[in-house]
Protein backbone atom coordinates (compact mmCIF):
# COMPACT_ATOMS: atom_id res chain seq x y z
CA UNK A 1 0.00 0.00 0.00
CA UNK A 2 1.03 3.41 -0.90
CA UNK A 3 1.88 6.05 1.67
CA UNK A 4 1.50 9.34 0.88
CA UNK A 5 3.72 11.75 3.15
CA UNK A 6 2.66 15.89 1.82
CA UNK A 7 -0.78 17.07 1.32
CA UNK A 8 -0.11 17.61 -2.59
CA UNK A 9 0.37 14.09 -3.09
CA UNK A 10 -2.58 12.96 -0.97
CA UNK A 11 -4.34 15.84 -3.44
CA UNK A 12 -2.93 14.17 -6.50
CA UNK A 13 -3.87 10.72 -5.84
CA UNK A 14 -7.56 11.73 -5.08
CA UNK A 15 -7.61 13.42 -8.35
CA UNK A 16 -5.76 10.70 -10.00
CA UNK A 17 -8.19 8.14 -8.15
CA UNK A 18 -11.40 10.51 -9.97
CA UNK A 19 -9.88 10.49 -13.36
CA UNK A 20 -9.66 6.81 -13.16
CA UNK A 21 -13.27 5.65 -11.40
CA UNK A 22 -14.98 8.94 -11.98
CA UNK A 23 -17.54 7.18 -14.35
CA UNK A 24 -17.89 4.21 -11.84
CA UNK A 25 -19.12 6.64 -9.01
CA UNK A 26 -21.16 8.73 -11.11
CA UNK A 27 -22.92 5.74 -12.51
CA UNK A 28 -23.20 4.35 -8.50
CA UNK A 29 -24.52 7.65 -7.37
CA UNK A 30 -27.19 7.60 -10.01
CA UNK A 31 -28.21 4.00 -9.32
CA UNK A 32 -28.24 5.00 -5.63
CA UNK A 33 -30.65 7.89 -5.77
CA UNK A 34 -32.57 6.02 -8.16
CA UNK A 35 -33.21 2.76 -6.07
CA UNK A 36 -34.05 5.63 -3.28
CA UNK A 37 -36.79 7.33 -5.31
CA UNK A 38 -37.67 3.85 -6.53
CA UNK A 39 -38.47 2.96 -3.38
CA UNK A 40 -40.25 5.80 -1.92
CA UNK A 41 -42.14 6.10 -4.91
CA UNK A 42 -43.37 1.79 -4.33
CA UNK A 43 -43.87 3.03 -0.84
CA UNK A 44 -45.99 5.99 -1.39
CA UNK A 45 -47.94 3.98 -4.38
CA UNK A 46 -48.49 0.87 -1.53
CA UNK A 47 -50.00 3.69 0.94
CA UNK A 48 -51.92 4.93 -1.95
CA UNK A 49 -53.46 1.62 -2.51
CA UNK A 50 -54.06 0.56 0.70
CA UNK A 51 -56.06 3.74 1.14
CA UNK A 52 -58.04 3.01 -1.96
CA UNK A 53 -58.92 -0.53 -1.15
CA UNK A 54 -60.00 0.29 2.62
CA UNK A 55 -61.95 3.01 1.25
CA UNK A 56 -63.40 1.27 -1.36
CA UNK A 57 -64.04 -1.89 1.25
CA UNK A 58 -66.12 0.78 3.71
CA UNK A 59 -68.12 1.95 0.85
CA UNK A 60 -69.36 -1.43 -0.19
CA UNK A 61 -69.76 -2.48 3.53
CA UNK A 62 -71.69 0.53 4.06
CA UNK A 63 -74.30 0.07 0.72
CA UNK A 64 -74.29 -3.80 2.03
CA UNK A 65 -75.70 -2.84 6.02
CA UNK A 66 -77.95 0.24 3.98
CA UNK A 67 -79.26 -2.14 1.85
CA UNK A 68 -80.23 -4.53 4.32
CA UNK A 69 -79.00 -8.30 2.45
CA UNK A 70 -80.79 -6.85 -0.35
CA UNK A 71 -79.58 -8.06 -3.76
CA UNK A 72 -78.34 -4.03 -4.86
CA UNK A 73 -76.08 -4.50 -1.45
CA UNK A 74 -75.41 -8.05 -1.77
CA UNK A 75 -74.11 -7.21 -5.90
CA UNK A 76 -71.75 -4.32 -4.45
CA UNK A 77 -70.17 -6.43 -2.20
CA UNK A 78 -69.90 -9.50 -4.30
CA UNK A 79 -68.36 -7.01 -7.17
CA UNK A 80 -65.87 -5.88 -4.83
CA UNK A 81 -64.67 -9.13 -3.40
CA UNK A 82 -63.87 -10.61 -6.54
CA UNK A 83 -61.80 -7.61 -7.60
CA UNK A 84 -58.43 -7.92 -6.03
CA UNK A 85 -57.43 -5.90 -2.98
CA UNK A 86 -55.73 -8.36 -0.76
CA UNK A 87 -57.31 -9.03 2.56
CA UNK A 88 -60.10 -6.04 2.04
CA UNK A 89 -61.95 -8.66 -0.69
CA UNK A 90 -60.93 -11.45 2.11
CA UNK A 91 -62.95 -9.18 4.49
CA UNK A 92 -65.57 -8.65 1.93
CA UNK A 93 -65.64 -12.56 0.63
CA UNK A 94 -66.38 -13.24 4.72
CA UNK A 95 -69.28 -10.97 4.74
CA UNK A 96 -70.92 -12.45 1.63
CA UNK A 97 -70.41 -16.06 3.60
CA UNK A 98 -72.06 -15.13 6.67
CA UNK A 99 -75.33 -13.33 4.40
CA UNK A 100 -75.64 -16.24 2.72
CA UNK A 101 -75.25 -18.84 5.84
CA UNK A 102 -77.78 -16.38 7.39
CA UNK A 103 -79.91 -17.46 4.57
CA UNK A 104 -79.11 -20.98 4.97
CA UNK A 105 -77.76 -20.88 1.88
CA UNK A 106 -74.33 -23.07 2.58
CA UNK A 107 -72.99 -23.89 -0.55
CA UNK A 108 -72.50 -20.17 -1.83
CA UNK A 109 -71.34 -19.46 1.59
CA UNK A 110 -68.59 -22.11 1.41
CA UNK A 111 -68.07 -20.72 -2.19
CA UNK A 112 -67.15 -17.20 -0.55
CA UNK A 113 -65.44 -18.74 1.98
CA UNK A 114 -62.76 -20.72 -0.33
CA UNK A 115 -62.43 -17.50 -2.32
CA UNK A 116 -61.48 -15.95 0.58
CA UNK A 117 -58.71 -18.25 1.72
CA UNK A 118 -57.31 -17.08 -2.11
CA UNK A 119 -56.98 -13.60 -1.13
CA UNK A 120 -54.93 -13.30 1.72
CA UNK A 121 -51.66 -14.41 3.29
CA UNK A 122 -52.57 -13.04 6.42
CA UNK A 123 -52.34 -16.05 8.80
CA UNK A 124 -54.81 -14.96 11.39
CA UNK A 125 -57.34 -14.37 9.21
CA UNK A 126 -56.82 -17.21 7.53
CA UNK A 127 -57.35 -19.07 10.21
CA UNK A 128 -60.67 -17.38 10.54
CA UNK A 129 -61.71 -18.14 7.42
CA UNK A 130 -61.04 -22.00 7.61
CA UNK A 131 -62.82 -22.05 11.61
CA UNK A 132 -65.88 -20.57 9.85
CA UNK A 133 -65.57 -22.70 6.62
CA UNK A 134 -65.22 -26.11 8.67
CA UNK A 135 -68.90 -24.81 10.52
CA UNK A 136 -70.38 -24.03 7.06
CA UNK A 137 -68.70 -27.65 5.73
CA UNK A 138 -70.44 -29.09 8.86
CA UNK A 139 -73.87 -27.65 8.17
CA UNK A 140 -74.14 -29.19 4.40
CA UNK A 141 -73.18 -32.80 6.52
CA UNK A 142 -69.71 -32.98 5.31
CA UNK A 143 -67.34 -33.74 8.63
CA UNK A 144 -64.65 -35.61 7.04
CA UNK A 145 -64.07 -32.33 5.20
CA UNK A 146 -64.79 -29.91 7.84
CA UNK A 147 -61.81 -32.48 10.42
CA UNK A 148 -59.65 -31.73 7.30
CA UNK A 149 -60.12 -27.95 6.72
CA UNK A 150 -59.49 -27.65 10.64
CA UNK A 151 -55.83 -29.22 10.16
CA UNK A 152 -54.80 -26.26 8.60
CA UNK A 153 -55.84 -24.50 11.81
CA UNK A 154 -51.96 -24.61 13.90
CA UNK A 155 -52.02 -21.47 16.21
CA UNK A 156 -52.17 -21.77 19.53
CA UNK A 157 -54.39 -18.54 20.08
CA UNK A 158 -57.25 -20.37 18.02
CA UNK A 159 -56.74 -24.01 19.71
CA UNK A 160 -59.53 -24.29 21.32
CA UNK A 161 -62.46 -23.15 18.92
CA UNK A 162 -61.11 -25.54 16.64
CA UNK A 163 -61.30 -28.16 19.39
CA UNK A 164 -65.02 -27.04 19.62
CA UNK A 165 -65.61 -27.01 15.97
CA UNK A 166 -63.77 -30.90 15.81
CA UNK A 167 -66.20 -32.23 18.52
CA UNK A 168 -69.20 -30.92 17.12
CA UNK A 169 -67.83 -33.08 13.49
CA UNK A 170 -66.64 -36.15 15.28
CA UNK A 171 -70.46 -35.68 17.12
CA UNK A 172 -72.12 -35.79 13.93
CA UNK A 173 -69.59 -38.90 12.92
CA UNK A 174 -70.59 -40.99 15.62
CA UNK A 175 -67.59 -40.80 17.46
CA UNK A 176 -68.51 -39.68 20.98
CA UNK A 177 -64.88 -40.86 22.31
CA UNK A 178 -63.62 -38.04 19.80
CA UNK A 179 -65.52 -35.78 20.49
CA UNK A 180 -65.03 -35.88 24.19
CA UNK A 181 -61.27 -36.09 23.70
CA UNK A 182 -61.82 -32.79 21.41
CA UNK A 183 -63.53 -30.93 23.95
CA UNK A 184 -61.40 -31.84 26.61
CA UNK A 185 -58.28 -30.79 24.50
CA UNK A 186 -60.35 -27.29 24.26
CA UNK A 187 -60.75 -27.02 27.45
CA UNK A 188 -57.24 -27.77 28.53
CA UNK A 189 -55.98 -24.81 26.40
CA UNK A 190 -57.43 -22.66 29.09
CA UNK A 191 -59.83 -20.86 26.77
CA UNK A 192 -61.73 -17.49 27.46
CA UNK A 193 -64.98 -18.65 30.29
CA UNK A 194 -67.62 -18.09 27.32
CA UNK A 195 -65.97 -20.68 24.91
CA UNK A 196 -64.68 -22.95 28.01
CA UNK A 197 -68.86 -22.99 29.61
CA UNK A 198 -69.87 -24.19 26.16
CA UNK A 199 -67.05 -26.69 26.07
CA UNK A 200 -67.83 -27.98 29.24
CA UNK A 201 -71.57 -28.08 28.52
CA UNK A 202 -70.95 -30.28 25.17
CA UNK A 203 -69.03 -32.69 27.41
CA UNK A 204 -71.77 -32.79 29.71
CA UNK A 205 -74.07 -33.73 27.08
CA UNK A 206 -72.12 -36.59 26.06
CA UNK A 207 -71.69 -38.29 29.15
CA UNK A 208 -75.62 -37.90 30.13
Do not use: C
Not at 7 to 19: K, P, T, Y
Not at 29 to 48: D, I, K, P, T
Amino acid sequence: MEVYTTESEQIDAVRRFLVENGKALAVGVVLGVGALVGWRFWQNHQESTAMASSMAYQQAMDTLTAAAGKPEGIAGIQQFAAEEHGSYSALASLSLARQYADQNDFPKAEQQLRQALSQTKDADLQTIVNLRLARVLLQQKKADDALKTLDAVKSAGWLAMAADVRGDALVSKGDTQGARDAYNQGIASNPPQGLQSILRMKLNNLSS
